[in-house]
């Protein structure tokens, strides 16, 4: 069964800093992952996909890396600001089809003001 | 409208009620998808429609009936509920290519469901 894992659950920065979260997972055989923000109450915002070819994407201040071998992915982002405050999750999609993609329970970020 | 909506985004319900959840995607895609988001857990995919045919269910209970009337549509009806159902009902569509695979997935903004 794969697993996937988000450390740390929680992190708090101040206002500028650079950052990045982690995700590992257990399953060599990715087909793709994406990270994805959500705001409280809220649904899923879809950041940055990368495909199992690829080692990294970027957007804006964002950008993930894949390492197939070591089984992460993390997310870097710039230059925090405090609307980036939000949970981050990572997905591992491992079946060819979102019909296998494997959450990870996501980290809370909060950056100060 | 754009993206994918979910109506109502907020439900209070007895044991004893029957309600439904409505997703409408407006992204042209043509698979749809609900999730069950609880706290301190990973969302949990509950079913998947796929050009209008239910094609994975994740062992849920007969309490949870999904309808699919076209690719647009998704509902999830809801009878004789437990406490333990409440949580945060996610929709989600995708573009699904069999092998051919985009991966992205577009959620709305949820269904917060309280079962008193």
């Known amino acids: 069964k794969q697993e996937v894992t988000q450390i740390p659950a929680a992190l708090s920065v101040p206002e500028g800093e650079n950052l990045v979260l982690n995700c590992s997972f257990t399953d060599s055989a990715i087909y793709n992952l994406q990270w994805f923000r959500q705001d409280p109450g809220k649904g899923l915002t879809s950041l940055l996909l990368?495909?199992?070819?690829?080692r990294e994407q970027t957007s804006g201040r964002l950008n993930a890396s894949l390492d197939k071998s070591s089984g992460r992915s993390t997310l870097y982002i710039a230059a925090s600001q405090p609307g980036d405050s939000a949970t981050y999750l990572c997905a591992e999609n491992s079946g060819g089809s979102n019909y296998k993609l494997t959450f990870g329970k996501g980290t809370l970020l909060t950056v100060n003001p | 409208e754009t993206g994918v909506t979910q109506t109502p985004r907020h439900l209070v319900m007895g044991m004893t009620n029957k309600k439904s959840l409505k997703c409408e995607q407006h992204l042209g895609h043509n698979a749809m998808y609900w999730y069950k988001q609880s706290a301190k857990k990973p969302l949990e995919l509950m079913f998947v429609?796929?050009?209008?045919?239910?094609?994975e269910n994740n062992s849920v209970p007969s309490r949870f009936s999904p309808e699919c009337p076209n690719s647009s549509h998704l509902f999830l009806h809801l009878h004789t509920l437990q406490p333990e159902d409440s949580a945060l009902y996610l929709c989600?569509?995708?573009?699904?290519?069999?092998?051919?695979?985009?991966?992205?997935?577009?959620f709305g903004e949820g269904s917060r469901l309280t079962v008193l």
């Open positions: 989600a569509s995708s573009q699904d290519g069999a092998g051919a695979n985009t991966g992205e997935l577009f």
């Open positions: 429609y796929s050009l209008e045919e239910r094609v």
């Open positions: 990368i495909q199992s070819s690829q």
